[in-house]
């Protein structure tokens, strides 16, 4: 149950996608997903769909990749029935061909904005992403309380699997009884989890003071972020795409299908 | 009766963490399972009542294949007490810990206060009873999370590493606890890097190294095996390495009581006068 956090887990590697600056990954992330957001026609979704797929397979994230779309497929496929039934009854109840397209157009603009994200957090190490937001200036208490944020998910993920494991070998039944019966179940879950995690934040902050945290005004780092070529050609080539994307969208008449 | 065959399991991640694990253990046993760090001991016990299900292979539990049943039922007959106490406890008296697993395995009232009181005199937590497991210290917690798995009587407990944090005292009740409760008739499989309380506890040994078993035998045999031990990143207890030492005096192999082997050191002593 804990498996859809796999699609956006960071792991270590080196492709040109990993060695982007983040604030230029992060603008490419958010062009594809305003572009996924005015667009409504099955078409252009599914070209900005496809798009994505050769950076994926650049930055060999692929198996990652499909978790995320596999985790979010089930919530697409609800998409597609909500928007299919309600488009269904507000045409008169008729079933045409826009209303599927329309239905399936709207699925596939849900699983293109997973993947631009998903694709921006599988090739970002959240200590570039604490870096970037240092560098915009945010104060640094901010940045490292998102990083550890970040980082301590997996963490939580493994530990939320041991206590479930531990209270089944007590004879716990999660998927027993009436609906409140099930949600009551998860108090055995919950209460060491919420325990562990206080404890957890307490002996951080301990570590942290021990190694003199706050202690000065100004922080230096050993690494700065600096834009490279490639960044600046990513940056040009993402702001063109949105402005093409837009003038296509709004200023040209594509033929409908 | 616990057999499993030609077991091998991976994680969803892709690790494969057992890679063709055939054992037995018999009723009344008690079995050390040995190991590096991510050797699979942990992996391989969570097969015991069915938490993980085989990729390949089969675990049979008194001849039921886990595969087939829930991990209620299993864990009926077989008791896994987890490494962190911290995993398990969240009621708000050590009483209430205690009758949660009882209460979920459905026994009749009057026998769930009757076990509770025998399980928390057995593990000398009675005038803890009222007390949130919380204030408890770390020793104690690791004593609550083993009398919520004693009190529901299952024949066949499985201890993953017991002795972590506990002191040198903890150490030897636990281990007169556990002979005890091997000489009642019940199953003991302990999980532990703890060469010196397996040396104390002499029991069968199975030493795992990377998803493999690379030996299984009586500690005084596996104990005195270089190779194997060496293979699963194990030191020998001081007792072994100290008779090894002694090995050009003629000292027997396989000795790893601390009492035989002060005779057997006593003797040499003698004999060299």
Request: charged share 20%; aromatic share 10%.
């Amino acid at each position: 149950m804990f498996r859809v956090f796999d699609g956006f887990r960071f792991r270590r590697a080196s492709s040109p996608l990993h060695r982007l600056d983040p604030r230029s990954k992060f603008l490419m992330a958010c062009v594809f997903f305003a572009l996924a957001i005015i667009f409504t026609g099955i078409l252009p979704l599914t070209l900005i769909f496809l798009v994505q797929i050769p950076l994926v397979l650049v930055a060999g994230v692929r198996r990652e990749w499909l978790r995320s779309l596999r985790g979010g497929a089930l919530l697409a496929l609800l998409i597609f029935g909500t928007n299919l039934i309600v488009n269904y009854m507000s045409a008169g109840y008729a079933l045409t061909l826009d209303v599927i397209l329309y239905s399936t157009s709207m699925a596939v603009r849900f699983l293109a904005l997973i993947s631009s994200f998903s694709v921006f957090f599988l090739t970002t190490s959240p200590d570039d992403l604490g870096l970037a937001l240092e560098q915009a200036r945010i104060p640094y208490e901010f940045c490292f309380a998102f990083t550890t944020a970040v980082r301590f998910v997996p963490v939580l993920a493994g530990e939320a699997q041991t206590i479930v494991d531990a209270q089944r070998s007590r004879g716990l039944e999660l998927e027993k009884g009436s609906f409140l019966k099930r949600v009551r179940n998860y108090v055995p879950i919950l209460i060491p989890l919420i325990v562990g995690a206080i404890r957890r934040s307490f002996e951080m902050a301990e570590a942290m003071e021990a190694r003199a945290f706050g202690a000065k005004e100004r922080r230096t780092n050993l690494n700065v972020l600096r834009l490279q070529g490639a960044d600046y050609a990513t940056v040009l080539i993402s702001l063109s795409t949105l402005a093409c994307g837009v003038y296509l969208r709004y200023f040209v008449a594509i033929p409908s299908l | 009766m616990i057999q499993v065959e030609d077991l091998y399991f991976s994680y969803p991640v892709g690790v494969e963490a057992l890679r063709g694990v055939s054992l037995k253990i018999n009723s009344g046993e008690f079995v050390a399972i040995m190991g590096e760090n991510g050797a699979g001991k942990t992996t391989l016990v969570k097969h015991f009542n069915g938490l993980l299900k085989p990729s390949r292979g089969r675990v049979l539990v008194d001849g039921v294949d886990t595969r087939k049943v829930s991990v209620a039922s299993l864990s009926k007959r077989v008791g896994l007490v987890f490494q962190n106490p911290d995993h398990q406890l969240f009621c708000e008296t050590v009483e209430k810990e205690v009758a949660f697993g009882l209460r979920n395995f459905g026994f009749p009232e009057e026998t769930v206060l009757k076990r509770i009181d025998w399980a928390l005199s057995l593990l000398d937590l009675t005038e803890y009873r009222e007390v949130s497991p919380f204030m408890l210290s770390g020793g104690e917690r690791k004593r609550v999370a083993l009398a919520s798995v004693l009190a529901w009587d299952p024949e066949t407990v499985v201890l993953d590493e017991p002795t972590i944090g506990q002191d040198q005292g903890q150490k030897e009740r636990l281990r007169q606890f556990i002979t005890q409760l091997n000489a009642q008739g019940k199953v003991v499989v302990i999980v532990t890097h703890d060469v010196e309380f397996v040396a104390d506890c002499h029991p069968r040994v199975i030493l795992m190294s990377r998803g493999r078993i690379v030996a299984d035998g009586l500690a005084g045999d596996v104990l005195y095996d270089h190779g194997v031990l060496d293979k699963a990143s194990i030191l020998p207890p001081q007792v072994t390495q100290i008779l090894l030492e002694l090995a050009d005096l003629n000292a027997p192999r396989g000795v790893i009581d601390l009492y035989e082997a002060g005779e057997v050191v006593a003797n040499l002593l003698r004999r060299g006068r």
